[in-house]
Every structure is written in structure tokens, then in C-alpha cells.
Nanobody, 122 residues
Framework: QVQLVESGGGLVQAGGSLRLSCAAS????????MGWFRQAPGKEREFVAA????????LYADSVKGRFTISRDNAKNTVNLQMNSLKPEDTAVYYC???????????????WGQGTQVTVSS
């Protein structure tokens, strides 16, 4: 079992930055592909970014490419999402996920955090 806890969300103005972190307990995150998803009110959960820990491969949604960066901190057993040039449409609850497949579907992931709210004001 893996327990995931996100942190770092908050309120920021458009053009600003936030850094989300996902801390794990129970297992080392290097065992799993990791992903970030988000869900805005009234919308489906959508893929944001993913990382295959051992190979360093990354995937990004087109909507965040060039603005968001997923990274890992082996010593802290965390996965981070650096979000720059934030837009109001980035407003959502952001979820960290760990799972058996390196992919963009929420079904690829088995373990989920509780989510952290990101609100971008215009």
C-alpha cells in the first residue's frame, strides 16, 4: 500500500507560480510511475503530467507543456509539480497518483492522494 499526500496548493494570480509536492509513505515512490491529474468543477479528471521514475521519462498534457515541470526528490521520497505562468483555466483540484502503468489515463494509476486546491485568479 502507498499513501500519498499532496501539498502546496493555494491562491495565485494569473502569471504566477506554485509548486506542488506529493509525499509518500508505505513504499518508496521509485517503484512506481507517478502522475499528476486535475479536476475542475463540473469537469472530468484530466491528465497533467507523469514521470517514470527509474528512466526519467516524462509526459505532459499539451495544455501545460512548457509551463509545468514534474520532478522527483529521491531523498525525500516526493514528486513535485512546478507550475509557472499559471492561467485561470488551471484552476482545479490537483491529485497525485502512483500506479503500475506509465500513462495518461487515470485507470493507469492505483493509488491517489486526497487532492490540493489550486485557484488562479485573473
Amino acid at each position: 500500500q502507498v499513501q500519498l499526500v499532496e501539498s502546496g496548493g493555494g491562491l495565485v494570480q494569473a502569471g504566477g507560480s506554485l509548486r506542488l509536492s506529493c509525499a509518500a509513505s508505505g513504499r518508496t515512490l521509485s517503484m512506481y510511475p507517478m502522475g499528476w491529474f486535475r479536476q475542475a468543477p463540473g469537469k472530468e479528471r484530466e491528465f497533467v503530467a507523469a514521470m517514470r521514475w527509474s528512466f526519467g521519462n516524462t509526459l505532459y498534457a499539451d495544455s501545460v507543456k512548457g509551463r509545468f515541470t514534474i520532478s522527483r526528490d529521491n531523498a525525500k521520497n516526493t514528486v513535485n509539480l512546478q507550475m509557472n505562468s499559471l492561467k485561470p483555466e488551471d484552476t482545479a483540484v490537483y491529485y497525485c497518483a502512483a500506479g503500475g502503468s506509465f500513462g495518461t489515463r487515470w485507470l493507469d494509476y492505483d493509488y491517489w492522494g486526497q487532492g490540493t486546491q489550486v485557484t488562479v485568479s485573473s
